[in-house]
């Protein structure tokens, strides 16, 4: 049995399902990062005795993470578009690029910042500032590593529908990248609020 629209827009929605699928799931996701976002603001505006620990953090290396993570969803685009002319070696190309990327963003905000905090001492329970830091950048790395997951699957194993049902593999390849662009999205307005402000 075949599921509809996993190619052709459905006249009500005018999207795809896994498109108006996507867009459900992301609708879900800005509440998450908005109620994170919000907590945090209130927190910092509302504490007389905020304790100043954005010094703790190194702007360079979150500077370098997040052109990393632009570069990400550069190379995003080029796959799918590679998909889209039917160059399937650029799309492994473009996608292994951006799985690259994002690897490359956790190691470095494993092994030069979470590592290096913990030994000085800064953990969850520190401060109020530093268990926001921990959940907030801790919970999109996880969504980082869920994006990468997805993406080896369709480099690898999955890409094996470009033989068999093309169009359906273009439209999946566009839902990843919608995802992974709000990822880096989040990460866009993460760093100057918790790295600058």
Do not use: C
Request: neutral net charge.
């Amino acid at each position: 049995m075949e599921i509809p629209f996993t190619v052709s827009e459905r006249p009500d929605t005018g999207l795809t399902n896994p498109k108006f699928g996507i867009w459900l799931f992301l609708a879900s996701e800005v509440m998450l990062f908005g109620s994170l976002f919000s907590s945090y603001i209130i927190l910092r505006t509302g504490s007389l005795d905020w304790p100043v620990q954005s010094d703790e953090l190194n702007i360079t290396i979150g500077a370098v993470n997040t052109a990393i993570l632009i570069a990400s969803s550069l190379t995003m685009v080029l796959s799918w578009t590679a998909l889209k002319e039917k160059q399937f070696k650029r799309f492994k190309l473009f996608i292994g690029l951006t799985i690259l990327f994002a690897v490359l963003f956790l190691v470095l905000k494993i092994w030069l910042e979470y590592i290096p905090k913990i030994h000085h001492g800064h953990i969850l329970s520190t401060n109020t500032f530093f268990a926001m830091y921990y959940l907030m950048t801790g919970l999109h790395a996880l969504h980082i590593l869920g994006g990468v997951v997805v993406m080896i699957f369709f480099w690898g194993p999955g890409s094996k529908m470009w033989q068999t049902n093309p169009d359906q593999f273009v439209n999946r390849i566009e839902v990843v990248g919608l995802y992974w662009h709000f990822v880096d999205l989040v990460w866009i307005f993460l760093f100057p609020t918790l790295y600058l402000l």
